[in-house]
């Protein structure tokens, strides 16, 4: 039995996802960044290249003037500086695509991820990194990349075999006619080199998922732990106690205008009264506190103008003994009686 409860059988809890996100353990999947930046890179280079392509013909008709002419080192800074800026200003947008889906990619994949930078002594260990390099992980990679550079190869020598004899048709035709048809031939084998790039992509992102929660399986012994580490935490107990006083406090200070009288001693302690004779059989605790609190309720109740008693005893004994929303104990009754008393008296006067 104490073997199987060591057995990591259940899902990871939430914790245990954010932790290890936290250390940087994501479920990333390359398939993907590579053939979304091999899809859309093609998209841009067939619809999107062409004022690229026409600064790139501009470079090589500017250094076609300088054939035959003395290589000074005016003439190769010119031709350097011309090239480099040129080159930059053409392949920005891709560059600049490229960085956008590969941060796209990565964060559809595991979100945000933000890691502080700190050395880790214990990766620069050689024994650690041979075993990095010769695991199981890297040998499932190596057996992937095996995979699909096999299923090109297949698949290339099949579209050659269909498409042999349109290649060989077509050195009889004219220079124009030949370059179309080569580019139209090209373009068959780079579609279909994208679809299986695009297959792996999917089928590699899934068993990545898979086999990154696979790694993240906890025992029954280990969520009971975290349970348990969490529930005993001082820090979230004492935020979550500070919420139930907060909640607690604000929807005590929301009733105080209700009430029909303050019994205060008078600066440290205040308890505000309601009593309704048709629905309650005696008095009942609408709020109470010390101190800040205290001064609180004493200036809600002046806004309100609900009558303030003082009456130390009284007050520190109710404080003490009674909670809110619970019904005075007939011990009260006899000094409550001349206070509502005196309550109702001052009503009276107001309404006259």
């Given at each position: 039995?104490?073997?199987?409860?060591?057995?990591?059988?259940?899902?990871?809890?939430?914790?245990?996802?954010?932790?290890?996100?936290?250390?940087?353990?994501v479920?990333?999947?390359?398939?993907?960044?590579?053939?979304?930046?091999?899809f859309?890179?093609?998209?841009?280079?067939?619809?999107?290249?062409?004022?690229?392509?026409?600064?790139?013909?501009?470079?090589?008709?500017?250094?076609?003037r300088?054939i035959?002419?003395?290589?000074?080192?005016?003439?190769?800074?010119?031709?350097?500086?011309?090239?480099?800026?040129?080159?930059?200003?053409?392949l920005?947008?891709?560059?600049?695509l490229?960085?956008i889906?590969?941060l796209?990619?990565?964060?559809?994949q595991?979100?945000?991820?933000?890691?502080?930078?700190?050395?880790?002594?214990?990766?620069?260990?050689p024994?650690?990194?041979?075993?990095?390099?010769?695991?199981?992980?890297?040998?499932?990679?190596?057996l992937?990349?095996?995979?699909?550079?096999?299923?090109?190869?297949i698949v290339?020598?099949?579209?050659?075999?269909?498409?042999?004899?349109?290649?060989?048709?077509?050195?009889?035709?004219?220079?124009?006619?030949?370059?179309?048809?080569i580019i139209?031939?090209t373009?068959?084998?780079?579609?279909?080199?994208?679809?299986i790039?695009?297959?792996?992509?999917i089928?590699?992102?899934?068993f990545?998922?898979?086999?990154y929660?696979k790694?993240l399986?906890?025992s029954?012994?280990?969520?009971?732990?975290?349970?348990?580490?969490m529930?005993?935490?001082?820090?979230?107990?004492?935020?979550?106690?500070?919420i139930?006083?907060?909640?607690a406090?604000?929807?005590?200070?929301?009733?105080?205008p209700?009430?029909?009288?303050?019994?205060?001693?008078?600066?440290?302690?205040?308890?505000?009264?309601?009593?309704d004779?048709?629905?309650?059989?005696?008095?009942?605790?609408?709020?109470?506190?010390?101190?800040?609190?205290?001064?609180?309720?004493?200036?809600?109740?002046?806004?309100?103008?609900?009558?303030?008693?003082?009456?130390?005893?009284?007050?520190?004994?109710?404080?003490?003994?009674?909670?809110?929303?619970?019904?005075?104990?007939?011990?009260?009754?006899?000094?409550?009686a001349?206070?509502?008393?005196?309550?109702?008296?001052?009503?009276?006067?107001?309404?006259?």
């Amino acid at each position: 039995m104490a073997g199987d409860e060591e057995e990591k059988t259940e899902e990871p809890t939430d914790k245990k996802i954010e932790d290890a996100k936290k250390e940087g353990n994501v479920p990333k999947s390359m398939e993907v960044t590579g053939a979304a930046v091999l899809f859309f890179g093609s998209l841009y280079l067939l619809f999107f290249s062409g004022p690229a392509l026409d600064q790139i013909k501009k470079l090589f008709l500017y250094s076609y003037r300088f054939i035959g002419e003395e290589m000074t080192g005016n003439v190769f800074y010119s031709i350097g500086y011309t090239t480099v800026i040129t080159l930059i200003t053409a392949l920005l947008p891709l560059f600049i695509l490229i960085i956008i889906l590969v941060l796209i990619t990565n964060w559809s994949q595991f979100g945000i991820l933000v890691t502080p930078l700190k050395l880790d002594l214990q990766k620069l260990d050689p024994i650690k990194g041979m075993k990095n390099i010769f695991g199981p992980k890297k040998a499932l990679e190596a057996l992937k990349l095996t995979m699909k550079l096999t299923i090109i190869v297949i698949v290339m020598f099949l579209l050659f075999i269909f498409t042999y004899k349109a290649f060989l048709s077509m050195m009889d035709k004219e220079l124009p006619a030949t370059i179309a048809a080569i580019i139209e031939l090209t373009g068959y084998f780079l579609a279909a080199i994208l679809l299986i790039i695009i297959i792996f992509a999917i089928m590699d992102f899934y068993f990545t998922r898979h086999y990154y929660f696979k790694s993240l399986k906890m025992s029954k012994q280990e969520i009971k732990d975290e349970y348990k580490n969490m529930d005993g935490d001082p820090q979230v107990k004492g935020r979550i106690r500070k919420i139930q006083m907060q909640m607690a406090q604000k929807r005590m200070m929301s009733d105080v205008p209700d009430a029909d009288v303050v019994i205060t001693n008078p600066t440290h302690y205040a308890v505000a009264m309601k009593y309704d004779n048709q629905v309650d059989s005696a008095p009942k605790i609408v709020a109470k506190g010390i101190d800040f609190i205290a001064l609180k309720i004493k200036d809600i109740a002046r806004e309100n103008d609900i009558p303030i008693i003082e009456n130390p005893a009284l007050a520190r004994s109710i404080y003490s003994q009674i909670e809110i929303d619970q019904e005075i104990p007939g011990e009260f009754y006899k000094a409550l009686a001349e206070i509502f008393s005196y309550v109702y008296e001052l009503k009276k006067k107001k309404r006259r």
